[in-house]
């Protein structure tokens, strides 16, 4: 009977280590759910603040905000077909939104017992990260001289020497509402055209600009400091603008903008200048002649009742230089333009006539597309069309001569020039 008792007893406790055992799997196990599920928890926030973040920085629909780029005929002044968004599972880091094109021109040009023809290549790279709701960074990468603010390219030749590339921006943006800043080297930030302003230039100093709605009608306010020359004895060379603008349709497809500027040069320095900075403008003593305190106003109509391809533009640019110390102080440029280059199989067409007076303008930063930064009167018919996604053909013709004999050169006032321009472009 104690023998059996035993037996038994000994048979009982030999199963408790047992069921202890199968108790702290089991709350291991426990233990490993609860941390599995703490991480699904994790990964589906971080997964939903990256999706809040690409939806936040994904490029926005052009807004009457945008800068308007209405211009003489040129690869730059005519609009590029729109790049897309990154192909589904590209890899993208959230917040940072890389773009850029290339471009490749054939370039022919007219002049009695002198035609030449060149080829050019134009690079850029740019990027930008948005740090959170406000700050953004950014950079662009160019090819070209980097001397040269209002050109980008480079001439094919000199047996084959490498480009040179520079960092031609570098920026911090701050925006909150209607109201954006920029400090650094950045993009051009007013309506402009390539009379004024070539599309390459980018300042540098300081910017900002203020946008709101009223009614129907738009209005934007701008401003900059803009750092010419800094110089360690003398006055440094700057220029303070502004811009209003006032855009509202006039019916559902008839829209109308007016535009008035106002840019005060002072040029105190003027050693960080070379010849390619001065061209056409007047010297005395090594510096400019005039001073430049320019007044410009700017307006344009829209149709596009047409239809949506052919929508029709006529833009009007009026100079005036205050500071002139010569009677050549006015320019003006008329441009008419029917057409997009949105969407493959797009056409645009562009004509435009204008004139310049010698020292209307600052040529250190006006247009390159002819070899007469001022005192030129010119016709100019730009045609691009956008065979595919990505990519655009631009053909264009300018027909220019010298507007004031006086100040003509070796060129003859009396004889047109012919420049024409065929440029292929890859956007992404």
Same mark, same amino acid.
């Given at each position: ?81 729109? %790049? ?17 094109? +290339? ?35 950014? %950079? ?54 390539? +009379? ?42 700057? +220029? ?66 047409? *239809? ?118 890859? *956007?992404?």
């Amino acid at each position: 009977m104690h023998i059996r008792t035993l037996l038994l007893a000994a048979t009982a406790l030999s199963f408790v280590p047992t069921a202890q055992a199968q108790e702290g799997r089991i709350a291991a196990l426990e233990r490993k759910l609860e941390e599995q599920q703490q991480r699904i928890d994790q990964l589906e926030a971080m997964v939903t603040r990256q999706a809040t973040m690409i939806e936040r920085t994904s490029p926005p629909s052009p807004s009457p905000t945008q800068p308007v780029v209405a211009a003489a005929p040129s690869a730059a002044s005519l609009p590029v077909a729109a %790049t897309g968004t990154a192909p589904e599972g590209a890899f993208r880091l959230p917040g940072l939104d890389v773009s850029g094109d +290339m471009r490749v021109r054939q370039e022919w040009n007219f002049v009695d017992g002198r035609d030449r023809s060149r080829s050019a290549v134009r690079a850029r790279l740019r990027a930008t990260y948005k740090i959170d709701d406000h700050f953004a960074v950014g %950079t662009q990468i160019a090819t070209g001289d980097p001397d040269d603010p209002n050109s980008t390219d480079v001439t094919l030749g000199n047996f084959v020497d490498d480009f040179q590339v520079s960092l031609d921006q570098a920026w911090i943006r701050y925006s909150n509402g209607g109201f954006t800043t920029y400090v650094g080297k950045f993009p051009q930030q007013f309506q402009r055209t390539d +009379m004024l302003w070539d599309s390459d230039v980018s300042p540098q100093g300081v910017a900002a600009a203020y946008g709101a709605n009223v009614g129907k009608a738009r209005i934007d306010a701008r401003g900059i400091w803009f750092v010419i020359d800094e110089a360690s004895v003398a006055r440094d060379s700057d +220029m303070l603008g502004g811009q209003l603008a006032l855009s509202a349709p006039l019916s559902s497809d008839f829209k109308a903008g007016l535009t008035g500027s106002y840019y005060h040069y002072r040029l105190g320095s003027v050693a960080g200048a070379d010849a390619g900075d001065f061209r056409g403008n007047l010297l005395a003593g090594g510096r400019y002649l005039s001073d430049f305190h320019l007044a410009e106003g700017i307006g344009t109509l829209g149709w596009s009742g047409l *239809s949506d391809r052919w929508p029709l533009a006529f833009t009007a640019d009026y100079v005036k230089n205050l500071g002139a110390a010569v009677p050549g102080d006015t320019a003006f440029n008329l441009e008419f333009a029917a057409g997009r280059t949105a969407k493959p199989g797009d056409v645009r067409i562009a004509y435009n006539y204008s004139e310049v007076e010698v020292d209307s303008v600052l040529a250190a930063f006006s247009h390159d597309n002819i070899d007469l930064s001022t005192n030129y009167r010119l016709h100019g018919l730009g045609i691009g069309y956008v065979p595919a996604p990505h990519l655009q053909l631009d053909l264009l013709w300018y027909h220019y001569r010298p507007l004031d004999p006086a100040y003509a050169g070796s060129l003859s006032p009396s004889d047109w020039l012919d420049r024409i321009r065929l440029a292929f472009m890859v *956007s992404f």
